[in-house]
Every structure is written in C-alpha cells, then in structure tokens.
C-alpha cells in the first residue's frame, strides 16, 4: 500500500530563511505527487502538483524517483508562509493518500 | 456562496443519535470525496463518489453511510457512532478523473464532530 511520510511535525525558520519541508513516499508504481497547504482560519487547499512543474508563492518542489522524495522548497521564508503543509499521493486519478502533515512557523 | 459548503460546521452528538453532514459543490464537478481528519493522524480517504456512483469505501465501519443524490451534493448519514469518531470531516471535489492525470481536489471548511 502506498504510504507517505512527513517526519517533521514542526518546522520553525526565521524570516528570510531557506524553508525545505520534507516528505517522502513508498510507491511501486509511477506516483502523481501534491502539496497542499492549509492557513490559520483557511480551508486545504492546493499548492502545486509535480506534474505541473510550477513554482507557486515561490515554492519549488522535485520528485526524485530514486530517493521517493518530493521535498518542498522555498529559498527566503516570509511570514504569510507561516501554514500547515500536507504531501499527498495520488493512486489513479481520485485516491489520495496524504501525509501526516507539517506546521511551518516563520519567525519575524 | 461559491466552492465547496459544509454544514454543520460544528456537530456535538450522542452514541444513540442519528444525524447527517452535509456538502455541496458549486463547481461544476462530477467527483466528490469524504475524509477524516483525526489529532495526529494523516487525513484518511474514506468514500468517493463519481457521477453519483460510489467509486471507493476505504474499509470504512457501516455506521458512516455515504449519500450522494446528485454530483452537485454528497451526504454522511451517522448512526451509533463511537467516541473515538469524533474528529474533523473534510469534504472535496474535483473533475471526475477523465483528464489522464489526478485532478486537484477542492476542500470544503469541515464539519467538527464531537461523539459524546
């Protein structure tokens, strides 16, 4: 079964940091990867996809079949980055399975 | 209102009660999904529904019924449930799969149940 890990539950950087939040999956097949992100108050919502290759508020993220990581990357942190951040992976077309989540807290 | 709604937003219920959740999509979508989300647990997939037909049950207990009308509204009906059901129920939409590639998936804000 697929599976996706998030090891940090917690990510805290200051203002103008690099920002890397990992995730990782196991997967035999060829997988469809996301990042969704949730802010305070706000519904989850869709960051970016891997397949779409785009870099959305500045966020990056590379799928290395080899490692079966899809790290989400951010060269200078700001504070409205501050969220909860979710990997997810898609099976098919509709069933996905998410992480457990990141909290990333930018300090001022 | 525009997106996905969710009513209630807040449900606080008894192991004997029989209540619903209530989504609607106002997106033109033919797919719609239930998940839970449960304190330190990832978000768990349990039904989805394409073109009103049920399309996956992820090993989900039978006091969770799902109900999906039309592709525009999708119910959870609740009977008997447990304490340890309390948790946030989530509902989405998104196309219906047929563009070759998963579809992104569009949140509502989530009912918060609490099994008393």
């Known amino acids: 079964a697929q599976r996706v890990t998030q090891p940090e539950k917690l990510l805290s950087v200051f203002k103008g940091a690099p920002v890397e939040l990992k995730c990782n999956y196991s997967y035999s097949g060829s997988p469809e990867l996301f990042w969704y992100v949730q802010y305070s108050r706000q519904r989850l919502q869709l960051l970016l996809r891997h397949i779409s290759r785009e870099s959305i508020k500045g966020f990056t993220a590379d799928l290395n079949k080899g490692e079966t990581s899809f790290h989400l990357k951010k060269p200078f942190a700001q504070e409205e980055d501050s969220a909860m951040y979710y990997c997810a992976l898609s099976v098919g077309y509709q069933k996905v399975t998410f992480g457990t989540g990141t909290k990333l807290q930018v300090i001022p | 209102e525009t997106g996905v709604t969710q009513t209630p937003r807040h449900l606080v219920m008894g192991m004997t009660n029989k209540k619903s959740l209530k989504c609607e999509q106002h997106?033109?979508?033919?797919?719609m999904y239930w998940y839970k989300q449960s304190a330190k647990k990832p978000l768990e997939l349990m039904f989805v529904?394409?073109?009103?037909?049920?399309?996956e049950n992820n090993s989900v207990p039978s006091r969770f019924s799902p109900e999906c009308p039309n592709s525009s509204h999708l119910f959870l009906h609740l009977h008997t449930l447990q304490p340890e059901d309390s948790a946030l129920y989530l509902c989405?939409?998104?196309?219906?799969?047929?563009?070759?590639?998963?579809?992104?998936?569009?949140f509502g804000p989530g009912t918060r149940l609490t099994v008393l």
């Open positions: 997106l033109g979508h033919n797919a």
């Open positions: 989405a939409s998104s196309q219906d799969g047929s563009g070759g590639y998963p579809d992104t998936q569009y």
């Open positions: 529904y394409n073109f009103k037909e049920q399309t």
